[in-house]
């Protein structure tokens, strides 16, 4: 394909900026366009797995497996499963040289991706809103305050509520019935001991079988992110009479609904620094697919946004922009390209959309604490992701004979 064809990505997510990434590898230079004022103006969120099989094929594609070995934390990989009491039922430590899923900042992976951009490559503070087809293929973005920009192909890498998708399918999120309330505490080790010991190096999951969980996480620089979940409907706090602008109005709600939790497990609940941050979960119809449209394509969440079980979201939104960008290189249209990236990505991200959707509903619709609700074996699962990478990279290298 030829270097000079106007490529626009909306979006300076993950998927975006490791399309971008690729691309210049590639000799070809990509606009990015996203509507943060910087690359760290937000709470991007806690930390995230990247797996052998999909992430860390990216990131390798991208040159930057140096880079994100020193901020990962193989040790995060490290997981325990506790009942609503505390008491341990599963644990996992990852063996020596184990590397197939280490743990890392969503912060850090997003600003390790911008900083490995060519300066300019990202236009912050363009937020798009609207998108017009011009014919053959092009179409031009017009932007929140006036700015706009033509491109011969349009990536949508711009999330859950993507103003690109609508040009290829009318698909919308739906809720799933699941909310999360993200607590923080921070000088975890000094400030909240005992929340440090139950997390320990990586990843804690405690469920009471009755549809309230309590995810926590280890992050770097000594802090921890904790996920407080449980069924409800959009405006929960709404019913229940809470304002959720005040810390202490939801820390009560919280401990009544928790009130069959233990004391040890309480702080997770109830001692936080910080407010409360509100994550509802959403997900688009799956399998999703679409016809072919000259000059535009989806990645990441933008054309598979699915539940958080299994943490395939960002991995596969990072695999989706090596890919593509491959495809771009790789094809002599642009037309042909797309079509290359999505007759691979459909299936592999409707089979994990499917499975994370459903493994998350039938959890949280749980009424019965004797539901089998059994902790996954992480040893095999890295050995998966192991075996499933070897098998990409055999693949990748026998098409490109």
Not at 77 to 91: F, I, M, P, S
Not at 279 to 290: I, K, Y
């Amino acid at each position: 394909m030829t270097t000079t064809s106007r490529i626009a990505i909306v979006g300076g997510g993950p998927a975006g900026l490791m399309c971008a990434r690729v691309l210049q590898g590639h000799g070809i230079q990509p606009v990015v366009y996203d509507a943060d004022a910087t690359v760290d103006s937000r709470d991007p969120g806690g930390t995230l797995d990247l797996h052998a099989d999909a992430g860390q094929i990216a990131l390798e594609d991208a040159g930057l497996m140096d880079a994100f070995r020193a901020l990962a934390r193989v040790e995060g990989q490290a997981k325990t499963r506790r009942d609503h009491h505390g008491t341990v039922l599963a644990e996992f430590t990852p063996a020596e040289g184990d590397e197939a899923a280490p743990e890392i900042d969503r912060g850090q992976l997003r600003t390790m991706l911008y900083e490995h951009l060519k300066p300019g490559t990202v236009r912050w503070g363009h937020k798009l809103v609207h998108v017009t087809p011009l014919g053959g293929g092009a179409h031009r973005l017009e932007f929140a305050g006036g700015a706009s920009a033509e491109a011969d192909l349009v990536i949508g890498a711009d999330g859950a509520w993507s103003k690109v998708r609508p040009l290829l399918t009318d698909a919308e999120p739906r809720y799933l019935g699941v909310h999360f309330l993200d607590a923080r505490f921070d000088d975890v080790d000094t400030r909240h001991p005992e929340v440090s010991a139950i997390v320990g190096d990586g990843h804690m999951f405690s469920a009471d079988g009755d549809g309230r969980a309590v995810i926590v996480q280890r992050n770097s620089n000594g802090v921890v992110r904790g996920y407080v979940a449980f069924r409800a409907e959009l405006d929960w706090h709404v019913t229940a009479g809470v304002d959720v602008t005040d810390r202490e109005a939801v820390r009560s709600y919280l401990v009544r609904e928790f009130s069959e939790w233990s004391a040890v497990m309480r702080p997770l609940i109830a001692d936080n620094d910080g407010d409360y941050v509100q994550r509802s979960f959403w997900a688009l119809p799956a399998p999703l697919t679409w016809d072919h449209v000259p000059g535009v394509t989806l990645i990441g969440d933008a054309a598979h946004l699915m539940a958080p079980f299994g943490g395939h979201g960002t991995n596969l939104a990072l695999l989706d922009g090596a890919e593509l960008a491959h495809a771009i290189k790789k094809e002599i249209s642009l037309d042909d390209a797309v079509a290359r990236y999505e007759t691979a990505m459909f299936p592999r991200s409707g089979e994990l959309a499917v499975s994370s959707n459903t493994a998350l509903t039938r959890f949280f619709a749980t009424t019965s604490p004797d539901a089998p609700h059994l902790p996954p074996d992480h040893a095999r699962e890295h050995q998966n992701y192991r075996t499933r990478a070897a098998e990409y990279r055999r693949h990748r290298a026998e098409d490109d004979q």
